[in-house]
Antibody
Framework: QVQLQESRPGLVKPSGTLSLTCAVS?????????WSWVRQPPGKGLEWIGE???????NYNPSLESRVTISVDKSKNQFSLRLTSVTAADTAVYYC????????????WGQGTMVTVSS | DIVMTQSPDSMAVSLGERATIHCKSN????????????LAWYQQKPGQPPKLLFY???IRESGVPDRFSGSGSGTDFTLTITSLQAEDVAVYYC?????????FGQGTKVEIK
């Protein structure tokens, strides 16, 4: 069973860059799946940030696209999120998630990591 | 973007009673190539990530109790819990994966009356 684990950056300063990594265990990131980032502000709903395939193909939410980069490192079996120019509005729990081939929904989720933007 | 609207925002249901959650999309999410509805349901308990309950609108994920059912087509979908149990207290989200950006409903909080 594939498991996902987000890294824990914790606190990011306003106008800074948020960087997160999702480590994939129990399976290969090169399998036929898309790998996503989803976030959830405290007490609010879910927002899809973007996704990547092992080939490097990406799709981003247009609302964040100018600030987001998602990359994959097949040698480390992990993928990463980079969000620039952060503000307090980017404070959220960030989840990585896997879209299973044939299911197309988010079948596997990491436990999530809380990122706070504050000086 | 496809907007997903759930109703109600919250509900309180007695143990053993039925809970019904509605999800409406502002455009059809039927995938033409396979005629399937690109709609999923998730359950999220406090402090936990969402858990997939249904995909393709009505396909139950492995391990999900059969008191849960998903139905609907096109733009209107329903998640039903036929006999609410204490462990079903959670927030439930619908999610469309018909077109990017993938979007979610605002969530429906289910509590015990």
């Amino acid at each position: 069973q594939v498991q996902l684990q987000e890294s824990r950056p914790g606190l990011v300063k306003p106008s800074g860059t948020l960087s997160l990594t999702c480590a994939v265990s129990g399976g290969s990131i090169s399998s036929s799946n898309w790998w996503s980032w989803v976030r959830q502000p405290p007490g609010k709903g879910l927002e899809w940030i973007g996704e990547i395939y092992h080939s490097g193909s990406t799709n981003y939410n247009p609302s964040l696209e100018s600030r987001v980069t998602i990359s994959v490192d097949k040698s480390k079996n992990q993928f990463s999120l980079r969000l620039t120019s952060v503000t307090a509005a980017d404070t959220a729990v960030y989840y990585c998630a896997k879209t299973d081939y044939g299911v197309n929904a988010f079948a596997i989720w990491g436990q999530g990591t809380m990122v706070t933007v504050s000086s | 973007d496809i907007v997903m609207t759930q109703s109600p925002d919250s509900m309180a249901v007695s143990l053993g009673e039925r809970a019904t959650i509605h999800c409406k999309s502002n455009q059809s999410v039927v995938y033409n190539s396979n005629n399937k509805n690109c709609l999923a349901w998730y359950q999220q308990k406090p402090g936990q990530p969402p858990k997939l309950l249904f995909y393709w609108a009505s396909i139950r994920e492995s391990g999900v109790p059969d008191r849960f059912s998903g139905s609907g087509s096109g733009t209107d979908f329903t998640l039903t819990i036929t006999s609410l149990q204490a462990e079903d207290v959670a927030v439930y989200y619908c999610h469309q994966y018909y077109s990017t950006p993938w979007t979610f409903g605002q969530g429906t909080k289910v509590e015990i009356k």
